[in-house]
């Protein structure tokens, strides 16, 4: 393995852990998964969501984590290895693409969620109305010059984290950002626990209501354990690349599943309480986490405050997930292509701040080119839809079936168990026989529906 020895990698099987949960966590934990929860069926939603999970979401983790791991490359390096035949580069263009095109979108977000900080720190949320909140979420997205700054703060911040390298940047960060992010949810959850409204949020997110479970919640749940987990885009099989060969994959992959949940419905509980402590109705999406959340926290008793810790944990939440976004054409650039780490992650922002200025510009019907749409869609639309609704499900679908196909079932299982240093035989048997016969349909299901094909 001499050729090998210059890589970087993380040096832990915890800083694989918290690196990979810093992926999967992000701005899906805040605002979609706990209203998603509970508007279809609460514990009822969340079962079908776990078996989502074991039917999706672990089988294709699990799969990524192995091409990673297997090869210790970059997902173009990963397939040359894996196998000659050059329409499996596929996944590894699909890859780099669907990252990209996330990241164009997800940056604009993530400027306007680190606005949020800086605005309550000013103060801005004190005496906040609901008209109030409105118009200053539209001159947030708007601008059109502060959203672009806070976009390029934002990609700057990422950029800084990823020039320092695997284990100083990636892994020395979520090392220390995770455990915060944790503190500050619970913080927001103890102050949610003396509101009036907690009961009411319990009752919302756990109720088990079989009847609220529509066709169309089960495929949101089947969509949701895919772009939770950060699937289908090489985010997983970069990472797994960085893990040491003693981890326990499927151990890992476990542990981040149960735990990304945990986070969500910590989140919901806090922020749901403080809504309907205030007789609201709740929501998800942009609404709830820039509207929403400032006028019902800024009401409490320390509101500031626990605004301050709320949009602090969103923007770790943000800053994480699009480093691991990021990775995937990093680790591509300075492998494949020679490049130096730093001069990789330059090209990389400027590309990411060249073409994600237009998702910014696009974000409202009243942006500067607000008025300009393919396909009907907006720019920041069309970019959500490129990666989310094609990009994702079709590298999540290859993945399932190269790995369940091409690579043979003895190489699987002498990686997944450490050569036989783990006893998982028939846990990797169980994933095996998933991989191969029932992700692949259902992801093509998933694949489908958000083409609108079903
Ligand atoms: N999982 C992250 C979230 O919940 C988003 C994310 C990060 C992602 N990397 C990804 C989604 C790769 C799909 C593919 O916000």
Redesign the pocket.
Request: charged share 10%.
């Given at each position: 393995m001499e050729h090998k020895k210059g890589r970087e990698g993380f040096s832990s099987g915890i800083a694989a852990f918290f690196a990979t949960l810093g992926?999967?966590?992000?701005?899906?934990?805040i605002w979609?998964?706990p209203y998603v929860v509970g508007a279809n069926g609460g514990a009822a939603f969340l079962l079908v969501y776990f078996i989502c999970i074991i039917f999706i979401g672990l089988p294709v983790m699990i799969s990524e984590f192995y091409m990673g791991r297997k090869t210790r490359k970059n997902v173009m390096g990963a397939l040359e290895i894996l196998t000659p035949k050059r329409k499996w580069k596929s996944i590894g263009l699909i890859s780099m693409l669907?990252?990209y095109f996330?990241v164009f979108f997800?940056s604009s977000v993530g400027g306007w969620v680190y606005s949020y900080v800086f605005k309550t720190i000013k103060g801005d949320f004190n005496q906040v109305t609901s008209q109030s909140a409105q118009e200053e979420f539209g001159r947030t997205i708007i601008g059109p010059i502060s959203p672009i700054v806070w976009q390029f703060i934002v990609v700057t911040v990422v950029s800084l984290i990823l020039v320092l390298g695997v284990k100083n940047g990636i892994e020395r960060i979520t090392k220390t950002l995770m455990p915060i992010l944790f503190i500050l949810i619970l913080i927001c959850d103890i102050k949610a626990l003396t509101l009036p409204g907690v009961n009411e949020s319990f009752k919302f997110l756990f109720k088990v209501d079989f009847s609220m479970l529509s066709g169309s919640a089960i495929l949101m749940a089947m969509g949701l354990a895919?772009?939770?987990?950060?699937?289908?885009?090489g985010?997983m099989m970069t990472y797994g690349s960085y893990f040491t060969k003693k981890d326990n994959m499927m151990g890992t992959a476990a542990k981040v599943a149960i735990s990304?949940t945990i986070v969500s419905l910590l989140v919901g509980i806090a922020v749901f309480s403080a809504v309907f402590s205030f007789g609201m109705k709740p929501s998800s999406g942009p609404g709830l986490l820039f509207m929403t959340v400032p006028m019902v926290f800024s009401k409490l008793p320390f509101g500031t405050l626990l605004l301050l810790a709320f949009f602090i944990l969103a923007s770790i939440?943000?800053t994480t997930?699009?480093t691991?976004?990021c990775e995937v054409v990093i680790a591509y650039y300075s492998e494949q292509r020679g490049m130096s780490r730093k001069k990789a992650v330059f090209l990389n922002a400027v590309i990411i701040l060249g073409i994600g200025i237009f998702a910014t510009l696009s974000a409202d019907d009243n942006s500067l080119l607000g008025k300009f749409t393919v396909f009907h869609m907006r720019v920041f639309d069309l970019f959500d839809f490129i990666?989310?609704n094609i990009l994702?499900p079709l590298g999540g679908i290859l993945i399932a079936i190269f790995v369940g196909y091409v690579i043979p079932k003895c190489d699987i299982k002498k990686e997944l168990s450490n050569e036989g240093n783990l006893k998982l035989d028939k846990l990797i048997d169980t994933y095996y026989i998933i991989l191969r016969y029932v992700t692949p349909v259902l992801v093509f299901i998933v694949f489908l529906s958000s083409l609108g094909l079903m």
């Open positions: 992926s999967a966590v992000g701005l899906g934990n979609k998964f669907g990252s996330i997800y895919f772009f939770k987990l950060s699937l289908g885009m985010c990304d939440a943000a997930a699009m691991s976004m990666s989310s994702l």
